[in-house]
């Protein structure tokens, strides 16, 4: 049976709030893009217990609040806690939070292009050579070690990084930023 599609509609404008981002986000979190996106489904529906995804989800109650748990540890789900007059128990009511959510999304977004920008760098103001099992050293350390592989015992060679510079120029987040 298909799932019905759930239209993710944000409470929070940013360019990074959009339902690829939401769920990749949700995947880095859980390692779990099947549940995690059941369990953000049910988030973008209402406000929810954790009870009420399990039985909409078929997941398993501690599988959802592990889950949960985890979205809120990071920000980006929110609950409100309601005692029950007759039993005295809790029930937890849970939330998507946009504005937290965005504001992770544009600071793992920024990580990724410096991480990219700075592996550009290294890869621009060095040369590099590797010996035959692949070993791979920049410029001062094979002067270091007298163009001989240190693992191996192997001659390092010169080896262009070109093709590598090119790719990392290519590269971009994963993350998509909305068209304005």
């Given at each position: 049976?298909?799932?019905?599609?759930?239209?993710?509609?944000?409470?929070?404008?940013?360019?990074?709030?959009n339902?690829?981002?939401?769920?990749k986000?949700?995947y880095?979190?859980?390692?779990d893009?099947?549940?995690?996106?059941?369990?953000?489904?049910?988030l973008?529906?209402?406000?929810?217990?954790?009870?009420?995804i399990?039985?909409a989800?078929?997941?398993k109650?501690?599988?959802?609040?592990?889950?949960?748990?985890?979205f809120?540890d990071?920000?980006m789900?929110?609950?409100?806690?309601?005692?029950?007059?007759?039993?005295?128990w809790?029930?937890?009511?849970w939330?998507?939070?946009s504005?937290?959510?965005?504001?992770?999304?544009?600071?793992?977004?920024?990580?990724?292009?410096?991480e990219i920008?700075?592996?550009?760098?290294?890869?621009?103001?060095?040369?590099?050579?590797?010996?035959?099992?692949g070993?791979?050293?920049?410029?001062?350390?094979?002067?270091?070690?007298?163009f001989?592989?240190?693992?191996?015992?192997?001659?390092?060679?010169?080896?262009?990084n070109?093709?590598?510079?090119?790719?990392?120029?290519?590269?971009e987040?994963?993350?998509?930023?909305?068209?304005?």
């Amino acid at each position: 049976m298909a799932r019905k599609k759930v239209q993710y509609t944000f409470d929070y404008d940013s360019k990074f709030l959009n339902e690829h981002n939401v769920k990749k986000l949700a995947y880095d979190l859980t390692h779990d893009s099947d549940n995690s996106e059941k369990i953000l489904d049910c988030l973008f529906t209402a406000e929810v217990t954790d009870e009420q995804i399990a039985e909409a989800t078929g997941i398993k109650l501690n599988f959802v609040r592990k889950i949960l748990y985890k979205f809120y540890d990071v920000g980006m789900a929110n609950y409100t806690r309601k005692k029950d007059p007759e039993t005295q128990w809790f029930t937890y009511y849970w939330r998507f939070d946009s504005r937290k959510a965005a504001q992770i999304l544009e600071k793992q977004y920024n990580h990724h292009n410096q991480e990219i920008k700075e592996s550009l760098e290294y890869e621009e103001n060095n040369m590099f050579f590797v010996c035959p099992n692949g070993c791979r050293y920049p410029f001062s350390e094979a002067t270091d070690f007298q163009f001989v592989c240190p693992r191996c015992n192997e001659t390092l060679e010169y080896k262009d990084n070109t093709d590598i510079i090119n790719d990392l120029k290519k590269l971009e987040s994963t993350y998509k930023i909305n068209e304005e």
